[in-house]
């Protein structure tokens, strides 16, 4: 399955993928391949979507992780290069990416996203129905 989450008998149509801050900052350094290869397959749903729970803000400024002994480090990666990767892998695999600034509204766009489509698939069945009928 591509992703992290979809609806039991539906991961061909809806995936969502969710990424922290940490996370989104991996996929443009060492897990980048892997991650462009995970757009690959969210590609192939029908309606996929990336949330990241990060703002447009947090992408602007220079990255601050924990390395190793514990000591705050300042990432070297160019600050624009978080961003312009970002637009980029929205253009080329035509996938949504969504900045929700954190975790709270990123677990709610996921479920958003998730029933939306729900409701959008339960609709185009009953107007298939219809048409059938009619």
Excluded at 2 to 31: H, N, Q
């Amino acid at each position: 399955m591509a992703g992290d989450y979809s609806i039991i008998g539906m991961e061909t149509v809806v995936c969502v993928e969710r990424k922290t801050l940490g996370d989104y900052f991996s996929c443009l350094t060492s897990g980048r391949e892997r991650f462009e290869n995970s757009l690959h397959r969210l590609a192939a749903v029908r309606y996929p979507c990336v949330v990241i729970e990060a703002s447009m803000s947090d992408l602007l400024i220079p990255y601050t992780y924990v390395a190793p002994g514990g000591m705050a480090t300042e990432s070297k990666l160019p600050v624009l290069v978080a961003s312009s990767s970002l637009l980029s892998w929205q253009s080329r695999f035509r996938i949504p990416m969504l900045l929700c600034g954190e975790r709270s509204v990123a677990c709610r766009m996921t479920l958003q996203h998730l029933d939306t489509i729900w409701r959008l698939e339960r609709e185009d069945e009953r107007q298939v129905k219809r048409e059938q009928r009619g």
